[in-house]
Nanobody, 121 residues
Framework: QVQLVESGGGLVQAGGSLRLSCAAS????????MDWYRQAPGKQRELVAG???????DYADSVKGRFTISRDNAKNTVYLQMNSLKAEDTAVYYC???????????????WGQGTQVTVSS
């Protein structure tokens, strides 16, 4: 019913920047929160940044001041601008969204397939 497609990952040197995008498509009525999570090898998935439909944002302490989350509600797309990247930012980044679809009263959780971000030191 809903697909989340991420793009923008890749290999970058420490101190560099990347911009991730996640576009939602399908039988969408509206989208509540949209978030970015990441999972490094051997570690649990962690919340990196989130944004509500009204534009309120929240960040993990480890990325505050370096990452910026934004969204374009008209395009059902969320972005993650990542600056001053560090080796410890290396992970698979996943997009998550709470989406209400046609025929449903409640929103459901959907996940993207993940995009690899590798930061070389």
């Amino acid at each position: 019913q809903v697909q989340l497609v991420e793009s923008g990952g890749g290999l970058v040197q420490a101190g560099g920047s990347l911009r991730l995008s996640c576009a939602a498509s399908g039988s969408i009525i509206d989208i509540n929160a949209m978030d970015w999570y990441r999972q490094a090898p051997g570690k649990q998935r962690e919340l990196v940044a989130g944004i509500t439909s009204g534009g309120s944002t929240d960040y993990a302490d480890s990325v505050k001041g370096r990452f910026t989350i934004s969204r374009d509600n008209a395009k059902n797309t969320v972005y993650l601008q990542m600056n001053s990247l560090k080796a410890e930012d290396t992970a698979v980044y996943y997009c998550h969204a709470q989406v209400r679809v046609i025929g449903s009263f409640f929103a459901k959780d959907y996940w993207g397939q993940g995009t690899q971000v590798t930061v070389s030191s």
